[in-house]
């Protein structure tokens, strides 16, 4: 781990000034937190992209880490990115997503600093072995990955987040809110907003690690396993509140969580 931190750091010295895309989550906290180290809090800005497929505690999480790290933060708001080539919520609704995110997070760099900041974002090594069409998207546009090209592991980038004292060390993974609903349906706002409601409602329980998949009318609870017993104890609150949202039925995945869950239905 040693060795590959140490690629990174020279990796990111070479880079100048760098704009990190950042979520707020683990990874792009961590390369955020490493390039300022590295560069100085004056050659690293922070890009945040708001949409309807954002979940707000995210943005205002983003908003309060790169405060702490003392960055400048920009939060691009883009209420058109459900377009037409992303409204039916298609197998490859994730390259034309960040396609059109990282394309205005260029256009932005270009407008504002003259193109000066190389564009960087946090895919690790271990993305690589899972179905994201957006990497190539982010291939396309020439943007740079600094952990998957220093070959830096999500294990590596946790430890090494706990070592730097970053509160994202040992937080859940998340992503957009298009992945709970089946591929191929329409993507609307009102749906959207159940599914964020529904899973902020959940966490607010306990249940940090969750999601809500949405088939129609029935919601469908993925929790670690070793939370399943517990969330049962809660069923009548959380039926009673997933159904006030609007769903029909609330059922809860025996299987537990699993990251990319909708990519086994394609």
Not at 100 to 106: H, P
Not at 143 to 150: D, F, G, N, Y
Request: include cysteine; charge should be negative.
């Amino acid at each position: 781990m040693e060795e590959e931190y140490s690629k990174l750091r020279n990796y990111l010295k070479e880079l100048s000034q760098v704009a990190v895309a950042f979520s707020g989550g683990v990874d792009s906290s961590f390369l955020l937190k490493v390039s300022v180290e590295v560069l100085g809090v004056n050659n690293v800005i922070a890009l945040t992209a708001r949409s309807q497929l954002t979940f707000e505690e995210e943005i205002q999480r983003a908003k309060e880490i790169a405060k702490d790290i003392g960055v400048e933060h920009m939060i691009l708001d883009m209420p058109d990115v459900i377009n037409e080539k992303i409204r039916d919520n298609p197998k490859d609704r994730c390259y034309h997503c960040k396609k059109k995110i990282f394309t205005s997070f260029l256009k932005l760099l270009e407008s504002e600093f003259d193109g000066k900041p190389i564009l960087i974002e946090g895919t690790n090594l271990d993305d690589m072995g899972s179905y994201r069409p957006g990497k190539k998207a982010i291939e396309e546009l020439g943007i740079r990955s600094p952990l998957m090209e220093c070959r830096m592991s999500k294990e590596m980038v946790r430890s090494l987040s706990r070592d730097l004292g970053l509160p994202t060390w040992d937080h859940p993974s998340q992503s957009c809110l298009a992945t709970r609903f089946p591929y191929g349906g329409e993507l609307t706002e009102e749906d959207l907003r159940k599914v964020e409601k529904g899973e902020t409602y959940l966490k607010k329980m306990g249940f940090q690690e969750c999601r809500l998949r949405i088939h129609g009318s029935i919601a469908r609870i993925e929790v670690p396993k070793s939370d399943l017993e517990r969330l049962i104890c809660y069923s009548s609150k959380v039926v009673q509140n997933l159904k006030s949202l609007g769903f029909t039925y609330v059922t809860l995945d025996m299987e537990g969580l699993r990251s990319g869950s909708m990519d086994q239905l394609m």
